[in-house]
């Protein structure tokens, strides 16, 4: 992007917000835009998990109980609609930015658990976009898993390597409560601003 006063370009700003559907993500959006108001591109994400039916459910006599293909079946139909719940999420996430002045550009959702701890997918995906920040709340306590509960929160400020923006607690009326957190992961610094017009 070109600044019309210096005549030079400006580095783009890109911004990856995860959430998890629970109350605090809709704090984390509201934040997201109130700190990055200029952001060049910003992309909501979730990793959803579902717990599966074991595949070997031994009955009294040692046989199996279900049928193994109706155990498949039963875990595909569990994946799908934790994947169109974390879809509606977003959808929903998506629609409260637009409110707020900014349409996201893109939505992402990744399948986290039982193959792997939603942390280590959203690690994953954040290494492979490379943004220049990665939001999350310190809190969270969705039906997906727990997601973003603080050992979460954690594990990203101190694995990813863009900054990482923590929202802390619950909307306050006119208050930003964040920590943020750069790539060294050792210099830690705490912002709190009061709420600003929107001036895009």
């Known amino acids: 992007m070109i600044n019309a006063k210096m005549g030079e370009e400006r580095p783009k700003t890109t911004v990856v917000v995860a959430l998890d559907g629970s109350k605090y993500s809709e704090h984390v959006v509201e934040c997201t835009r109130r700190i990055f108001p200029k952001a ?3 992309t909501l994400v979730q990793a959803y998990g579902y717990s599966p039916v074991p595949e070997q459910i031994c009955g009294v006599l040692g046989g199996p109980i279900f049928p193994e293909d109706e155990v498949h079946e039963t875990n595909q139909t569990l994946q799908t609609l934790a994947k169109e719940k974390a879809s509606k999420n977003l959808r929903k996430y998506s629609q409260q930015m637009e409110n707020l002045g900014r349409k996201p550009d893109n939505l992402v959702v990744m399948l986290a658990e039982p193959q792997e701890k939603a942390k280590y997918a959203l690690l994953k995906y954040v290494e492979k976009v490379k943004p220049d920040f990665l939001v999350c709340g310190s809190r969270g306590m969705g039906a997906m898993g727990r997601m973003l509960l603080g050992s979460t929160s954690d594990f990203l400020a101190h694995s990813a390597s863009c900054s990482v923006v923590i929202v802390k607690g619950e ?3 006119k208050e ?9 992961g050792e210099e830690n610094a705490v912002a709190e601003g009061k709420e600003e017009k929107d001036s895009s």
Do not use: G, R, W
Not at 176 to 184: A, F, M, N, Q, S
């Open 171 to 173: 909307p306050k009326a």
């Open 176 to 184: 930003i409560d964040v920590d943020v957190l750069v790539d060294e």
């Open 40 to 42: 060049d591109e910003v």
